[in-house]
Every structure is written in structure tokens, then in C-alpha cells.
């Protein structure tokens, strides 16, 4: 059996352009609205526009979110996902989606550990996988 899994953790934060995430620099992603062009993230991640895109091969070290606003800094610990995927719809797409306030694009953040774009487990059978998230509050 072949699967791919995300864990699609939404993050409140204060506002998008107050926010960054740490931790992904140097690793390349898969960007979603650029064709599936691959680029390598440098410096921290910024909210500016729409985000959609999948960090391959992302350390299991510690993601932060920052939030310059409240002063608030999470640590997203994953193991045994590959891959880290970052969403913002920003304004078009939240409003085309039914189950999505028009603003709720600036307050929220999505960072979801992933088996994605590394492409899929592959478990034999009488196999076992898991896989973990881990949330810290570090601030």
C-alpha cells in the first residue's frame, strides 16, 4: 500500500504581515502557484501574498512561527514526515472558499507536516508507519 498524509494544523496568529516562520531556510520547495517550480527558500518565510507550497526533505529540527506582535513563538517538531507544507490563501482564494471568512487570511497561518511532494510511503504488507507532530510553546 502507497499513501501520501498532511496534518493540517491552522495557526491563529496576529497578522500576516507580522509573522515569520524559521526553520525552513536553505530548503527547497515546490511552489504550487508557480507551475510546481522548485526554489530554495532564503532568509525566513514571509506572509505577503498567497503562499502554497511544500518544503521537500524539511529538517525534523524545530519550525518556528514568530510573532513579532504578540511576541508568541511555536515550534512545530515533526518525525517521520519528509516534507513541511506552508498555506496562506490570501485574499482571492479566501474568498472563493465557502468554509472561509473573506479576512480570516490575516490572522492565520497554515504549517502542516507532510508526506507530499518526497512522494509517498510505501508499506508492505503487515507494515506499520507513524508519524508525529509535536507543538511547543516556546515563548
Keep these: 500500500m502507497a499513501f501520501t498524509a498532511a496534518l493540517h494544523t491552522y495557526y491563529k496568529i ?28 532564503q532568509g525566513p518565510v514571509l ?7 511544500i518544503y521537500l526533505q524539511a529538517p525534523d529540527a524545530a519550525i518556528k512561527i514568530v510573532d513579532k506582535v504578540t511576541g508568541a513563538i511555536v515550534e512545530v517538531h515533526k518525525s517521520n514526515f519528509p516534507d513541511v507544507v506552508v498555506w496562506n490563501p490570501w485574499v482571492e ?13 490575516k490572522e492565520m497561518l497554515c504549517i502542516e507536516p507532510a508526506v507530499a511532494g518526497s512522494g509517498p510511503v510505501k ?10 507532530q509535536t507543538l511547543v510553546s516556546a515563548s
Excluded at 479566501?94 to 487570511?105: H, I, L, R, V
Excluded at 508499506?123 to 508525529?132: A, K
Design 93 to 105: 482564494k479566501a474568498k472563493s472558499m465557502t468554509d472561509f471568512g473573506n479576512e480570516e487570511y
Design 123 to 132: 508499506l508492505p504488507p503487515g507494515g506499520q508507519w507513524s508519524g508525529t
Design 14 to 41: 496576529s497578522s500576516t504581515n507580522q509573522v515569520i516562520v524559521e526553520g525552513l531556510e536553505g530548503v527547497t520547495y515546490t511552489d504550487s502557484l508557480a507551475g510546481g517550480q522548485q526554489v530554495k527558500q
Design 47 to 53: 506572509f505577503d501574498r498567497e503562499v502554497d507550497r
